[in-house]
């Protein structure tokens, strides 16, 4: 993601230097990961304005990934089928006094305008050159690697908006404080042993391009079970029969140590991830919510850059020396080379050994509400 100068109006904004009279509308819809990438952002604001409002604008079924951030003051949900105008007139309540477009897109445009152009400050993304050059092959070998992680780009934005350089926040996610209680339940009821290591796994993702092989799951699943380990398979509710193809099938399906969570809602899905003593997953939501809970991750990359997010104690799985890897910002329904070397070249064996550093066991300390 290459920066560019986006449009920020030029207004006086209401109160004091440390943000008092001010209420902050920060928007961004999308996706899961990405409302979480926008984490360290909400600490910098919070750490340069204290005493401003933060209200957060994001999708109804988001909204729990964001809701207990220490950080955020409201979230105003968007609800499916509501439209933009509705919307709007929902957010122009808060009273807000200046908007964090950490969105940038027609519906965040619109809100903009429909709010009376209050100021306001765009993250810079990619220009509409740079999109077009990756989705059409017109940059080398139609490789593409990030310039900044996308928490860096969030984190400017709010510079942009204070005036000045700020410290660096860190990307967590705050489960409400039902959220792991009801997790616990989950997965005593469903037979997991609590103290011993429960291993998470998630094998969805968006993108075709971003999915590691099902075969290579269910090997892998394999693997962690033979080696002792509790495995618990996470998605959504669409990849309820992957998780079971990954389960197995057959004598293979009764294997006692793998629990299938798939199909759990957003909330419960964080506090089972919490239980975890490492979590695998593709670039996807459950692999970001893994890190923002501090568990020791391992991502599975494959058209997509790791180089656009931050590791603390995680463990990443790609292949280097591939000349057409990465390929895309988000991931592509097909490979573009009709041969998926990415993924397919990235066997078991090669994961097994990357998760190898993640299982030592130890508890981790639980962030909360």
């Known amino acids: ?3 560019t100068h986006s449009n920020q109006t030029q207004a006086q904004k209401p ?5 008092a009279g001010q209420t902050v509308l920060v928007l961004r819809f999308s996706a899961v990961g990405d409302v979480l990438l926008t984490t360290p952002a909400l600490d910098a604001l919070k750490t340069a304005w204290p005493e401003a409002r933060i209200v957060y604008g994001t999708k109804e079924f988001i909204g729990d990934m964001i809701r207990h951030h220490p950080a955020v003051d409201e979230v105003i949900g968007l609800q499916k089928g509501e439209g933009v105008r509705d919307y709007t007139r929902r957010l122009k309540t ?17 809100i903009h305008m429909l709010s009376l152009n209050r100021p306001i ?13 990756i ?14 992680p996308t928490a860096d780009l969030f984190h400017r934005a709010v510079e942009k908006l204070i005036g000045r350089e700020l410290p660096r926040g860190r990307m967590r996610y705050y489960p409400g404080p039902d959220d792991r209680e009801r997790a616990r339940t989950l997965l005593t009821e469903a037979g997991v042993d609590l103290s011993k290591p429960v291993i998470g796994l998630a094998g969805g993702a968006n993108w075709a391009t971003k999915r590691w092989p099902a075969e290579y799951f269910h090997e892998l699943a394999g693997r ?5 380990y509790q495995l618990a398979l996470n998605g959504g509710p669409g990849e309820r029969e992957l998780s079971a193809s990954i389960k197995g099938s057959g004598s293979d399906g009764g294997r006692a140590n793998i629990f299938d969570f798939t199909g759990a ?13 490492a979590f695998i997953a593709n670039d996807s939501g459950p692999m970001h919510m893994a890190r923002a809970l501090a568990v020791p991750t391992l991502g599975i990359f494959g058209s997509t850059d790791p180089g656009m997010f931050e590791y603390e104690q995680q463990g990443l799985a790609y292949l280097e020396d591939l000349e057409c ?5 988000y991931g592509r329904k097909i490979c573009p080379k009709d041969h998926f070397r990415c993924m397919r070249d990235l066997t078991p064996d090669l994961v097994w050994e990357e998760l190898q550093p993640l299982l030592d066991g130890k508890a981790r300390p639980y962030p909360h509400a």
Not at 94 to 110: A, E, N, P, W, Y
Not at 121 to 133: E, G, H, K, P, Q
Not at 224 to 228: D, F, K, R, S
């Open 224 to 228: 962690i079970t033979g080696a002792g």
């Open 265 to 277: 809602t957003l909330a419960e899905m964080g506090g089972i991830i919490q239980h975890c003593a």
């Open 15 to 19: 109160g004091g230097s440390d943000g």
């Open 1 to 3: 993601m290459t920066e």
């Open 94 to 110: 808060t009273g807000f006094t200046v908007c964090l477009d950490l969105h940038d897109k027609l519906r965040s445009r619109m």
């Open 325 to 329: 890897s990465p390929c895309s910002f």
């Open 135 to 148: 989705w059409l092959g017109l940059r080398g070998r139609n490789s593409y690697k990030a310039p900044a």
């Open 121 to 133: 400050t765009r993250w810079s993304n990619r220009s509409s050159l740079d999109n077009a050059a």
